[in-house]
């Protein structure tokens, strides 16, 4: 069983910015995929970035060109760094991490998700 420890999450004005953690209880080399959704107020999770395991990363258009996903394979943790925030973002984010071993299905893996609010 993988374990995800998410981390700063917060308040902020419209244009301030966040640096979400994920930290995993297993090495980032034994991770195929780990990505980042979001659940804004009464609506349904959506998918904000991922990066694969070859370093290749992807980014939801509606986040393209504010946020980034990064990761630190010495310290098992991912990262999201959120930039020119707006009150749309405002939602919990969640960090997931699939494994997938050879000959056996994917597994997912999700945190306890970490509040952000964009609000004057």
């Known amino acids: 069983q993988v374990q995800l420890v998410e981390s700063g999450g917060g308040s902020v004005q419209p244009g301030g910015s966040l640096r979400l953690s994920c930290a995993a209880s297993?090495?980032?080399?034994?991770?195929?995929?780990m990505a980042w959704y979001r659940q804004p107020p009464g609506k349904q999770r959506e998918f904000v970035a991922v990066?694969?395991?070859?370093?290749?990363?992807n980014v939801a258009d509606s986040v393209k060109g504010r946020f980034t996903i990064s990761r630190d394979n010495a310290k098992n943790t991912m990262y999201l760094q959120m930039n020119s925030l707006k009150p749309e973002d405002t939602a919990v984010y969640y960090c997931?991490?699939?494994?997938?071993?050879?000959?056996?299905?994917?597994?997912?893996?999700w945190g306890q998700g970490t509040q952000v609010t964009v609000s004057s």
């Open positions: 990066i694969q395991s070859s370093g290749t990363t």
């Open positions: 997931n991490v699939r494994i997938k071993p050879t000959g056996i299905p994917a597994s997912d893996y």
């Open positions: 297993v090495s980032i080399d034994s991770i195929y995929l």
